[in-house]
């Protein structure tokens, strides 16, 4: 897809959940790839295969945001989301493409994560859904016993969800450490393979929040082992849809 093309093109790179604390604002921002973006105009959602039109798209300068009639290639627009969009999607006025997506990259730090307040539980589902859409950290639930388990890049990104649960969620979680090296995606193509070593690993597995099956390796020794005793199923160190 080129930018002068005439056909309507574009993805979502980057999804803001209150952007402005005051209406719970989550906002999906569109890259326009190719074509032009208008105002109250169809265009169809790849991924949900259905069409959406979008009476407030908005561009955002520092601080001030306008709504706008129409873009262009290289511009990005802002659109409100009630939950249709995941980065990575493609926007186009027809065409079925899909443009490679943002990956997911194994996190450095693991860390439980419990609800500090019974009384909260939805509100906590609500906020770690749409904090984890924004792609700074990754929830993964394990197989064995449904717990959760956050991963990031750095220490600091623990802190930084719990104060957003907090003050825009009203919601309360706690930490505990799991000692936990490596997150590695699977895939295998021999079904027989591939249930022979969820059978043996599955303590080690967890699915990540878009359902796919996840190795949490504890060291890295650990790792080496499990590549060697199943040599059928591949490792991956990113995720992209």
Same mark, same amino acid.
């Given at each position: 897809?080129?930018p002068?093309e005439?056909?309507?093109?574009g993805?979502v790179?980057k999804i803001?959940?209150n952007?402005?604390?005051?209406?719970?604002d989550?906002?999906?921002?569109?890259?326009?790839c190719?074509g032009?973006?208008e105002r109250n105009?169809?265009?169809?959602?790849?991924?949900?295969a259905?069409?959406?039109?979008?009476?407030?798209p908005t561009?955002?300068m520092?601080?001030?945001?306008?709504?706008i009639?129409d873009?262009y290639?290289?511009d990005?627009?802002?659109?409100y989301?009630?939950?249709?969009?995941?980065?990575?999607?493609?926007?186009t006025?027809?065409?079925?493409?899909h443009?490679?997506?943002i990956p997911h990259?194994?996190?450095?730090?693991f860390r439980?994560?419990?609800n500090a307040d019974?009384?909260?539980s939805?509100?906590?589902?609500k906020?770690l859904?749409q904090?984890m /859409? @924004?792609g700074v950290? &990754?929830l993964f639930?394990k197989?064995?016993?449904?717990r959760?388990?956050?991963?990031?890049v $750095?220490a !600091?990104?623990f802190?930084?969800i719990q104060?957003?649960?907090?003050?825009?969620?009203g919601a309360s979680?706690?930490y505990?450490?799991v000692?936990?090296h490596?997150?590695c995606?699977?895939?295998?193509? /021999? @079904?027989?393979?591939f &249930?022979e070593f969820?059978?043996?690993?599955n303590?080690?597995l967890?699915?990540?929040k878009d $359902?796919? !099956?996840?190795?949490?390796?504890?060291?890295a020794w650990a790792?080496k082992?499990?590549?060697e005793a199943?040599?059928?199923?591949?490792f991956?160190f990113?995720?992209?849809?």
């Amino acid at each position: 897809m080129q930018p002068d093309e005439e056909k309507f093109s574009g993805f979502v790179f980057k999804i803001h959940a209150n952007i402005d604390p005051r209406h719970r604002d989550r906002i999906a921002f569109l890259r326009i790839c190719s074509g032009k973006f208008e105002r109250n105009t169809n265009y169809l959602h790849v991924r949900n295969a259905r069409q959406m039109r979008f009476a407030n798209p908005t561009s955002f300068m520092a601080s001030k945001k306008e709504v706008i009639d129409d873009a262009y290639p290289g511009d990005v627009v802002g659109l409100y989301d009630s939950g249709n969009f995941k980065i990575g999607d493609t926007l186009t006025d027809g065409e079925v493409l899909h443009f490679k997506g943002i990956p997911h990259f194994s996190p450095e730090q693991f860390r439980y994560v419990e609800n500090a307040d019974p009384l909260k539980s939805k509100q906590l589902a609500k906020g770690l859904d749409q904090l984890m /859409d @924004e792609g700074v950290a &990754q929830l993964f639930t394990k197989e064995i016993n449904g717990r959760k388990i956050i991963g990031t890049v $750095g220490a !600091l990104q623990f802190e930084v969800i719990q104060y957003r649960l907090q003050h825009e969620y009203g919601a309360s979680c706690s930490y505990e450490p799991v000692n936990l090296h490596k997150a590695c995606w699977i895939r295998c193509d /021999d @079904e027989k393979a591939f &249930q022979e070593f969820r059978s043996r690993r599955n303590k080690d597995l967890a699915k990540d929040k878009d $359902g796919q !099956l996840v190795f949490l390796a504890e060291s890295a020794w650990a790792l080496k082992m499990a590549q060697e005793a199943h040599p059928a199923v591949e490792f991956r160190f990113t995720s992209e849809e």
